[in-house]
């Protein structure tokens, strides 16, 4: 599980840059207690929804 100070960070950052979209979060438990007992190992990989952002190629580009 992750803690409240990564939610924030990341809900942060998708409102900063206007990304963020309503919808379900998700977590997945890569590696938890079930594998190892130290928490450092310990890996959460986070579903955020966001806006997909198009690349629009550009002279500058």
């Given at each position: 599980?992750?803690?409240?100070?990564t939610y924030g960070?990341?809900?942060?950052?998708?409102?900063?840059?206007?990304?963020s979209v309503t919808?379900?979060?998700r977590e997945y438990?890569?590696?938890?207690?079930?594998?190892?007992?130290?928490?450092?190992?310990?890996?959460?990989?986070?579903?955020?929804?966001?806006?997909?952002?198009?690349?629009?190629?550009?002279?500058?580009?």
């Amino acid at each position: 599980m992750t803690d409240g100070l990564t939610y924030g960070d990341l809900g942060a950052y998708t409102m900063r840059h206007e990304i963020s979209v309503t919808g379900p979060l998700r977590e997945y438990c890569l590696r938890d207690a079930r594998h190892t007992p130290d928490p450092t190992k310990w890996t959460t990989e986070i579903g955020w929804p966001v806006v997909r952002a198009e690349h629009h190629q550009t002279d500058s580009d």
